[in-house]
T-cell receptor, first 114, second 112 residues
């Protein structure tokens, strides 16, 4: 069964450093998403992406964040200058379409900012 | 502020019992509703989706939707210890961008 994959599983970085989180969505899916979950809190939407454009972004997704689909398979989230409060689990998700809104999540990347 | 509300629990049921999990949402424009299961330290796993009023059954799981009351529920029949997890209710934002709004989750404990 196709799955969303994410790398790395755990990333430790120092405050102010740039990180890139990588995702490979399910191959026939057209819509891609990033969510994050701070320990003990809700899963929060960050951004949705379709047809090489951001469809929607949350208030969390400020100028420090960017997303890219550099090739036909990868979908990346970049945080330019990490802050302590960026420490969280970051989940990539994908869906086949908007009409079929079922989103499948990857295993996540645990980002620790020290 | 669009909200999805769940009782955080824990909800404790004996093995073999029915577990009933509830969720309310604030935006009447939402059209798609999902239940995810999340084991500790893991990612959300989609277990049910429901789009129209009424019941939808899949194995031991039944999702129920009442749009008039803005209420979604999940019933788990014949609960097993392996069902012990946090169950997340997610509702689509009506802006047609696929954004999901999640509840806090209800922790279910199934005791052998």
């Amino acid at each position: 069964e196709p799955e969303v994959t994410q790398t790395p599983s755990h990333q430790v970085t120092q405050m102010g450093q740039e990180v890139i989180l990588r995702c490979v969505p399910i191959s026939n899916h057209l819509y891609f998403y990033w969510y994050r979950q701070i320990l003990g809190q809700k899963v929060e939407f960050l951004v949705s992406f379709y047809n090489n454009e951001i469809s929607e972004k949350s208030e969390i997704f400020d100028d420090q964040f960017s997303v890219e689909r550099p090739d036909g398979s990868n979908f990346t989230l970049k945080i330019r200058s990490t802050k302590l409060e960026d420490s969280a689990m970051y989940f990539c998700a994908s869906s086949e379409g908007l009409a079929t809104r079922e989103q499948y999540f990857g295993p996540g990347t645990r980002l620790t900012v020290t | 502020q669009k909200e999805v509300e769940q009782n955080s629990g824990p909800l404790s049921v004996p093995e073999g019992a029915i577990a009933s999990l509830n969720c309310t949402y604030s935006d009447r424009g939402s059209q798609s509703f999902f239940w995810y299961r999340q084991y500790s330290g893991k990612s959300p796993e989609l277990i049910m989706s429901i789009y129209s009023n009424g019941d939808k059954e899949d194995g031991r799981f039944t999702a129920q939707l009442n749009k008039a009351s803005q209420y979604v529920s999940l019933l788990i029949r014949d609960s097993q210890p392996s069902d012990s997890a946090t169950y997340l209710c997610a509702v689509n934002d009506p802006g047609n961008t696929g954004k999901l709004i999640f509840g806090q989750g209800t922790t279910l404990q199934v005791k052998p």
